[in-house]
C-alpha cells in the first residue's frame, strides 16, 4: 500500500510549479543584477535562492517525511525538516551580512546602475513573487493552508 495520497501529490505539483518559476527567474535577476549593476536585483536573487532552497526541501520533505517510523527513527523523518529549515535560516543570515557588506562598499564607491533595466527586471520579479501563492489556494484545504503559503512568498 502506498503512502501517496492525493493531497500530497497536489501539493508536490504545485511546490514544483513554484520552484520552476522562482528557480527561472532566480537566473534572470542574477543575470539582470550583474548587466545593470543593481545590488537591489542582486540581493532579491540571493532572497530568491532561499526561496528555491526552502521549496526543495519542501518537496524533499514530502517525499522523505512520509516514510513510517522505525526502530531507528521513532519520530520518523520529520526531524530532517527542522535541520533543513534551520539550515536555510543560517543561509539567510549569510545572505543578509554579504547584502549589508556591499551596500556599505557601494555607499564608499557608487557604481553606475541601469535604472531602466533593473526597474524592468524588478517589475518582472515582483509579478513572479505575487503568482506564487495564488497556485496554493485550494477552496477545499484548511484555514492554515490558504494562509501559511500565502505568508511564506
Not at 535577476?29 to 526552502?54: C, K, Q, R, Y
Not at 520518523?76 to 527542522?82: A, V, W
Request: aromatic share 8%; charged share 15%.
Amino acid at each position: 500500500m502506498t503512502n501517496h495520497s492525493p493531497a500530497k501529490n497536489i501539493n508536490a505539483r504545485r511546490l514544483t510549479i513554484a520552484l520552476c518559476l522562482t528557480g527561472s527567474f532566480l537566473i534572470a535577476e542574477v543575470v539582470g543584477g550583474i548587466m545593470t549593476g543593481s545590488l537591489a536585483l542582486l540581493s532579491d536573487a540571493a532572497h530568491m535562492l532561499t526561496d528555491v532552497m526552502a521549496l526543495v526541501i519542501a518537496l524533499l520533505a514530502i517525499k522523505i517525511g512520509s516514510r513510517p517510523a522505525d526502530l531507528k527513527r521513532t519520530y520518523g523523518y520529520r526531524r530532517l525538516e527542522i535541520l533543513a529549515a534551520a539550515l536555510n535560516a543560517a543561509v539567510l543570515f549569510l545572505v543578509a551580512f554579504y547584502i549589508m557588506y556591499e551596500a556599505w562598499q557601494r555607499f564608499q564607491n557608487p557604481p553606475a546602475i541601469a535604472t531602466t533595466g533593473m526597474l524592468v527586471i524588478a517589475g518582472i520579479g515582483l509579478a513572479v513573487k505575487r503568482s506564487k501563492p495564488l497556485k496554493f489556494y485550494s477552496p477545499g484545504q484548511g484555514r492554515m493552508a490558504k494562509r501559511c503559503p500565502a505568508s511564506f512568498f
